[in-house]
Nanobody, 115 residues
Framework: QVQLVESGGGLVQAGGSLRLSCAAS????????MGWFRQAPGKQREWVAH???????NYADSVKGRFTISRDTARNTVYLQMNSLKPEDTAVYYC?????????WGQGTQVTVSS
C-alpha cells in the first residue's frame, strides 16, 4: 500500500494556473502507474489523467491540452500542472495508483476556479 498526500490547491481566477503535487511514501513508488482524479460537489469522482511507470500519459478529454501530468521518481512525487483553468475544473483533486487502490485515497486538495 502507498500513502499519498496531495497539496497545491487553492483559489484561482478562470484562465489561471495551479500545480498540484502528490507525495508518495510506503511501497516502491516507481512500481506504480499513478493517476489524478477529481470530485466536484454533487458529482462522482472522475479520472483526470494518469502516467505509466515509463512516463506514458493519458488525459480525459475535458483537460487534454490544458493539464500535464508528470512524475519525479527520485522525489516519489507526481505532479499535475493545470493551465487555462475553468470554473468547471472546481473540485477536490486526489491522486492514486492506476488502476485505483481504494486503500490509497488521501485527503485530496481543493481547487476552486472563479469566473
Amino acid at each position: 500500500q502507498v500513502q499519498l498526500v496531495e497539496s497545491g490547491g487553492g483559489l484561482v481566477q478562470a484562465g489561471g494556473s495551479l500545480r498540484l503535487s502528490c507525495a508518495a511514501s510506503g511501497r516502491t513508488f516507481s512500481s506504480y502507474a499513478m493517476g489524478w482524479f477529481r470530485q466536484a460537489p454533487g458529482k462522482q469522482r472522475e479520472w483526470v489523467a494518469h502516467i505509466g511507470r515509463s512516463g506514458g500519459t493519458n488525459y480525459a478529454d475535458s483537460v487534454k491540452g490544458r493539464f500535464t501530468i508528470s512524475r519525479d521518481t527520485a522525489r516519489n512525487t507526481v505532479y499535475l500542472q493545470m493551465n487555462s483553468l475553468k470554473p468547471e475544473d472546481t473540485a477536490v483533486y486526489y491522486c492514486n495508483s492506476f488502476p485505483i487502490n481504494d486503500g490509497n485515497w488521501g485527503q485530496g486538495t481543493q481547487v476552486t476556479v472563479s469566473s
